[in-house]
């Protein structure tokens, strides 16, 4: 189903008419498996022309869906998410979080922390070469921090085994991160961003060492 016909389905999913809503839940149920169903749901999330409403409606449908199809429980589960898809929600979706106001960033951030929980770092290698990259971006600095917290959050309270992940994280990101954390304590009357900022870095120092 393409973008435009896709959005009309999610609109109708509001709909204070009962059948009319059932019958969109229903189609959307249909296209779940179906190719480039999860990267057009993302593009409608992150569309800023398009109705919050339905961008809020998608980005609901985009989490629960992740959530339960990601990584199945069920071993046998035939149906699956498309690689191509999954490639391709993976290369694209950090990229958005600065780009959303918080409603859908909460939804979105679900998102990745069930990614990163299922993909990293085995499917995921990129994501700490994106992460350090953007901690140095003035535009992308809150995205690549509010990644690293959920990816941070991945190894609290593990064995010391299972955190040998994190310690390639510590070695590449924390020398960054108290850069950043020094210029930011240093600025007088700081406005609400920056407060945001030195939060995250405070969350993702304790979720490292715990």
Not at 101 to 109: D, F, K, S, T, V
Not at 124 to 135: E, G, I
Request: proline residues 6%.
């Amino acid at each position: 189903m393409d973008l435009s016909n896709l959005t009309l389905v999610l609109r109708a999913a509001l709909s204070h008419a009962p059948e009319e809503r059932k019958a969109a839940e229903a189609s959307l149920e249909q296209l779940q498996y179906t190719q480039q169903h999860l990267v057009r749901l993302l593009q409608i999330i992150v569309d800023g022309s398009c109705d919050m409403a339905v961008r809020q409606v998608a980005s609901i449908h985009f989490k629960n869906f992740v959530s339960k199809a990601w990584s199945p429980i069920d071993p046998d589960e035939t149906r699956k998410i498309p690689e191509g898809d999954k490639s391709m929600v993976r290369e694209n979706i950090l990229g958005f979080v600065t780009q959303l106001p918080p409603l859908l960033r909460a939804q979105l951030g679900e998102s990745i922390k069930t990614l990163i929980l299922a993909d990293y770092p085995e499917q995921w290698p990129s994501l700490l070469h994106w992460v350090t990259h953007n901690m140095e971006s003035q535009d992308q600095i809150f995205g690549a921090l509010y990644v690293l917290r959920i990816l941070s959050r991945k190894y609290e309270f593990k064995s010391e085994e299972e955190r040998i992940p994190l310690y390639q994280i510590v070695e590449e990101c924390f020398p960054r991160l108290l850069n950043i954390f020094s210029t930011l304590v240093q600025i007088v009357n700081p406005p609400i961003e920056v407060a945001d900022l030195i939060k995250l870095i405070c969350k993702i120092f304790w979720s490292s060492i715990y």
